[in-house]
């Protein structure tokens, strides 16, 4: 059934549901009725018998119609009076009665009470009877009343037809609207797979409007903005082969230009040593290149999962970091000034954005760069701000707020990936950066749990 149509199963196991409800129903009435109309049968009986006794004065003829019909009803009991003896006194037995009437007598004459009821199995028939006991004339006698079972069997088969038109038309009309049903459940179901089979064809343009809350309704909020992330992951994949086309395209026209006319014996830097120089310097640009952007390919691979946690000493690192950036510029101050705060997070990945943070700093400061940290209680938990300025340039306004975004170059910016890393280090961690203007001059900011 699972490969049918969603609609269909659900339609399915609807009719299923029903008509096993129903076949149940239908086979539980029919013993209900049976012994529900034994029981008004012997009633019946024990009613006509008194009202035998007694001559018919226990009907009051108050409602001729009641009354009529009670007497309708008490003529389907036959009576026979029976003395000890076998003789019948009143009623004329029918030949089935009376071939089994010595057996009626034995249970009459080994009944203990006054009255008993019984049945008994007759050519394929069965009679409910009912025995008082008596004496007539200083004798034995037995009152004998009886109905056969047709009348019961007539009642119930009556009702059990009209139960199962009754049950097969409910059955019909219910069908038909869970069929509705179950086509009006799945029809936003089978918009949304052609919708996500549009997305997988990259036709992704069309947006999927969902107007429910339900769950079905939660399903199509998931599939649009999972279409949103593909729009933007498209422009980000456009945008990304048209910075890497642009930013190796220079380095590497001026490597084939250079070797082109060493090989042809001329040299543009003055000699073969100022004109290899240039290529390598090249070839070591395009270097950095290649490594920021594997760099911060392998970081979009690792989002997916949490960073490796241990502990780590920030003024630890600072200072290991600082010590390796220290001789790109040595005319420059360095104030370091941070407190030996420990927090968790990926060392190699900290250390890679620290060093692309100051890498930045070198790159722009006149003469000074300063580190340091200060603790903070936010939201009721501790964090650690890492501060890290210099006396350049302030930056530009209009960067401050896509400073950290890929490919964002400023004055004197390389190949806007430096930052990207940072910021991307940063979100797998669970920290914030950020960068201000302080007095004319830049400082960025490192915010992380503790």
Same mark, same amino acid.
């Given at each position: 059934?699972?490969?049918?149509?969603?609609?269909?199963?659900?339609?399915?196991?609807? !009719?299923?549901?029903?008509?096993?409800?129903?076949?149940?129903?239908?086979?539980?009435?029919?013993?209900?009725?049976?012994?529900?109309?034994?029981?008004?049968?012997?009633?019946?009986?024990?009613?006509?018998?008194?009202?035998?006794?007694?001559?018919?004065?226990?009907?009051? *003829?108050?409602?001729?119609?009641?009354?009529?019909?009670?007497?309708?009803?008490?003529?389907?009991?036959?009576?026979?009076? +029976?003395?000890?003896?076998?003789?019948?006194?009143?009623?004329?037995?029918?030949?089935?009665?009376?071939?089994?009437?010595?057996?009626?007598?034995? /249970?009459?004459?080994?009944?203990?009470?006054?009255?008993?009821?019984?049945?008994?199995?007759?050519?394929?028939?069965?009679?409910?009877?009912? &025995?008082?006991?008596?004496?007539?004339?200083?004798?034995?006698?037995?009152?004998?009343?009886?109905?056969?079972?047709?009348?019961?069997?007539?009642?119930?088969?009556?009702?059990?037809?009209r139960l199962l038109w009754v049950i097969s038309a409910l059955l019909l009309l219910s069908w038909i609207p869970s069929f509705?049903?179950?086509? @009006?459940?799945?029809?936003?179901?089978?918009?949304?797979?052609?919708?996500?089979?549009? &997305?997988?064809?990259?036709?992704?343009?069309?947006?999927?409007?969902?107007?429910?809350?339900?769950?079905?309704?939660?399903?199509? /909020?998931?599939?649009?903005?999972?279409?949103?992330?593909? *729009?933007?992951?498209?422009?980000?994949? @456009?945008?990304?082969?048209? @910075? *890497?086309? @642009?930013? $190796?395209?220079?380095?590497?026209?001026?490597?084939? %230009?250079?070797?082109?006319?060493?090989?042809?014996?001329?040299?543009?830097?003055?000699?073969?040593?100022?004109?290899? !120089?240039?290529?390598?310097?090249?070839?070591?640009?395009?270097?950095?290149?290649?490594?920021?952007?594997?760099?911060?390919?392998? $970081?979009?691979?690792?989002?997916?999962?949490? !960073?490796?946690?241990?502990?780590?000493?920030?003024?630890?690192?600072?200072?290991?970091?600082?010590?390796?950036?220290?001789?790109?510029?040595?005319?420059?101050?360095?104030?370091?000034?941070?407190?030996?705060?420990?927090?968790?997070?990926?060392?190699?990945?900290?250390?890679?954005?620290?060093?692309?943070?100051?890498?930045?700093?070198?790159?722009?400061?006149?003469?000074?760069?300063?580190?340091?940290? %200060?603790?903070?209680?936010?939201?009721?938990? %501790?964090?650690?701000?890492?501060? &890290?300025?210099?006396?350049?340039?302030?930056?530009?306004?209009?960067? $401050?707020?896509?400073?950290?975004?890929?490919?964002?170059?400023?004055?004197?910016?390389?190949?806007?990936?430096?930052?990207? *890393?940072?910021?991307? &280090?940063?979100? %797998?961690?669970?920290?914030? +950066?950020?960068?201000?203007?302080?007095?004319?001059?830049? !400082?960025?900011?490192?915010?992380?749990?503790?």
């Amino acid at each position: 059934m699972k490969n049918k149509p969603l609609s269909v199963q659900i339609w399915m196991v609807i !009719a299923g549901i029903t008509l096993s409800i129903s076949l149940l129903f239908l086979a539980i009435v029919p013993g209900t009725l049976r012994g529900f109309f034994t029981r008004q049968m012997y009633d019946t009986i024990r009613e006509s018998q008194d009202m035998f006794l007694s001559g018919g004065r226990l009907i009051k *003829i108050d409602d001729l119609v009641k009354w009529d019909q009670l007497n309708q009803q008490y003529r389907s009991v036959k009576h026979l009076v +029976v003395l000890d003896n076998g003789q019948v006194l009143w009623g004329l037995p029918s030949v089935p009665v009376q071939q089994n009437l010595n057996e009626i007598l034995s /249970q009459a004459r080994s009944q203990t009470g006054i009255q008993a009821q019984y049945w008994r199995q007759i050519e394929n028939e069965r009679m409910y009877y009912v &025995i008082r006991k008596g004496d007539l004339a200083g004798q034995p006698a037995y009152l004998l009343s009886y109905m056969w079972e047709s009348y019961q069997n007539d009642l119930v088969n009556t009702l059990f037809r009209r139960l199962l038109w009754v049950i097969s038309a409910l059955l019909l009309l219910s069908w038909i609207p869970s069929f509705w049903l179950a086509r @009006h459940l799945t029809r936003p179901l089978t918009s949304m797979e052609q919708q996500v089979r549009r &997305i997988a064809a990259r036709d992704w343009d069309e947006p999927l409007i969902t107007n429910r809350q339900d769950e079905i309704g939660q399903l199509g /909020q998931s599939i649009e903005r999972m279409r949103e992330q593909l *729009i933007k992951q498209d422009k980000a994949q @456009h945008t990304f082969l048209q @910075h *890497i086309s @642009h930013e $190796l395209k220079t380095p590497i026209m001026v490597i084939r %230009s250079y070797a082109q006319a060493i090989a042809d014996g001329i040299f543009p830097r003055g000699g073969l040593e100022g004109s290899v !120089a240039v290529i390598d310097e090249e070839a070591e640009r395009l270097q950095r290149r290649v490594k920021d952007l594997l760099y911060l390919t392998k $970081l979009d691979q690792l989002s997916v999962s949490k !960073a490796a946690a241990v502990d780590i000493n920030i003024a630890e690192l600072v200072k290991h970091v600082v010590e390796l950036m220290r001789w790109q510029r040595t005319d420059l101050e360095w104030k370091v000034q941070v407190e030996p705060i420990m927090f968790k997070g990926d060392a190699d990945q900290w250390k890679i954005a620290l060093e692309n943070l100051l890498d930045n700093q070198i790159r722009y400061a006149a003469g000074r760069i300063c580190i340091s940290s %200060s603790r903070q209680i936010k939201n009721g938990k %501790s964090g650690l701000t890492l501060r &890290i300025a210099n006396d350049g340039p302030p930056i530009e306004e209009k960067l $401050l707020n896509s400073l950290f975004m890929e490919y964002e170059k400023g004055f004197k910016g390389q190949f806007g990936l430096g930052l990207a *890393i940072v910021q991307q &280090i940063a979100v %797998s961690h669970g920290a914030r +950066v950020w960068a201000a203007n302080e007095d004319e001059s830049p !400082a960025f900011y490192i915010e992380l749990e503790i």
